[in-house]
Every structure is written in C-alpha cells, then in structure tokens.
C-alpha cells in the first residue's frame, strides 16, 4: 500500500519560512519523480516543484528563488524549503509520486494546510 504523509506546514508571517516534508512507503522511493503542488480557495492545483530521481528539477515561475526541493533517499522523504513566503503562498500543499519532470503521479498525499498571514 502506498502512502504518502506530508508535514510541516502551518501559519507564519510574511517573509518567514516554513520546510514542508513529505514521507513515502510502499514504492521504491529512489526510482520515482516526486514533487510539490497547492490548492488555494477556488483555484485549480498547481505544480510547485518536482525532483527526478537523479535531482533535475522543475519550479514554478512564482516560487522561483525562494523555495528549494530537495529528497532524501535513504529516509524516503521528499522536502520543499520555502523562503521568503508570500500571502498568495497560502494553500493546501500536496506530495506526488509518480509521473514525470513535467506531469504529475498517480500517488498522492492528504495535503498540509500552509497559511501566510501577519
């Protein structure tokens, strides 16, 4: 059974900075493209960032700069680094397993709420 469980998200000020972690059971971790997307209020989910199993990686134009994903094989984990954050940062953000540099996965995690606000 395959299982992806985010954490690390939460509520923190703009300009703060907030590492969001995602482990995954049940796949050989090491083979397969992971990555990062959101889901903000009325809007459709958005990529934010993937990584290849030999680390290339893709960003979204609006995170450029200020978030970093990164994985860890031998604890199969997945990590986004997001600083500084922004108020349109604010959504739910999804792990994804699966699929490749440009398109998601088939496994998907529950989501951890991150919340930019003063």
């Known amino acids: 059974q395959v299982q992806l469980v985010e954490s690390g998200g939460g509520l923190v000020q703009p300009g703060g900075s907030l590492r969001l972690s995602c482990a995954q059971s049940?796949?050989?971790?090491?083979?397969?493209?992971v990555g990062w997307y959101r889901q903000a209020p009325g809007k459709q989910r958005e990529l934010v960032a993937r990584?290849?199993?030999?680390?290339?990686?893709k960003y979204a134009d609006s995170v450029k700069g200020r978030f970093t994903i990164s994985r860890d094989n031998a604890k199969n984990t997945v990590y986004l680094e997001m600083n500084p954050l922004k108020p349109e940062d604010t959504a739910v953000y999804y792990c994804?397993?699966?699929?490749?540099?440009?398109?998601?996965?088939?496994?998907w995690g529950q989501g951890t709420q991150v919340t930019v606000s003063s």
């Open positions: 990584i290849t199993s030999r680390g290339a990686t």
């Open positions: 994804n397993a699966g699929g490749g540099l440009t398109y998601a996965g088939d496994y």
């Open positions: 049940g796949i050989i971790f090491s083979i397969y493209t």
